[in-house]
Nanobody, 115 residues
């Protein structure tokens, strides 16, 4: 079993920054790719950013140039640095890990961008 725990969300003003973290734990697993998704009220869950085991990344067009995904393989942790936040970034953010034991999701963490 693999558990993912997100942290770092909260309320921030437009133009501000937040850094999300997602730590994976469990026994004897290997992580391939890790991703961040988000779901705003009344909308479908969407991919925000993705990073492979060797550090290749891709981003949704809406966050390119503002968000940066990174990972620490030694800590089984993925990060999402979010800068220049906009009200439309408000959503529940979910961590996703593709592992040798299947695909796993975190419980989600709220990010609210509002003045």
């Amino acid at each position: 079993q693999v558990q993912l725990v997100e942290s770092g969300g909260g309320l921030v003003q437009p133009g501000g920054s937040l850094r999300l973290s997602c730590a994976a734990s469990g026994s004897h697993f290997s992580i391939y790719a890790m991703s961040w998704y988000r779901q705003a009220p009344g909308k479908q869950r969407e991919l925000v950013a993705h990073i492979t085991s060797v550090g290749l990344t891709n981003y949704a067009d809406s966050v390119k140039g503002r968000f940066t995904i990174s990972r620490d393989n030694a800590k089984n942790t993925v990060y999402l640095q979010m800068n220049s936040l906009k009200p439309e970034d408000t959503a529940v953010y979910y961590c996703n890990a593709d592992t040798d034991r299947g695909v796993h999701w975190g419980q989600g963490i709220q990010v609210t961008v509002s003045s």
